[in-house]
């Protein structure tokens, strides 16, 4: 069982940075594909970016491509997503999702955990 908590969304002009948290917990942290989706108001919940267990592989969604970074710490389990150079279209709450197959983690249906999601709110 993997509890996740997201932090560190709000609100930011265009062009600004924000950097988001996943805590979770449990001990098999490390063993789980992670990943990053959100959903905005009207519109169906879509793949931002996903990690290998390991955090050796990442895969991003083609809007945020060269914008996003995804990491993870599983000494502190915990991911993260840095967004930078945020765009308007990028208003969204923001989830992230544990213990995907590896060959699944754009697909949101594959995940086994989920968190709450926080809201992030870019102003032009």
Known sequence: QVQLVESGGGLVQAGGSLRLSCAASGSSFSSYAMGWFRQAPGK????????SYTGGTTYYADPVKGRFTIS???AKNTMYLQMNS????DT???YCAADAPIKRVGVAAAYGYWGQGTQVTVSS
């Open 44 to 51: 169906e919940r879509e793949f931002v970016a996903a990690i």
């Open 72 to 74: 993870r710490d599983n």
């Open 92 to 94: 969204a709450v923001y």
């Open 86 to 89: 945020l765009k308007p279209e």
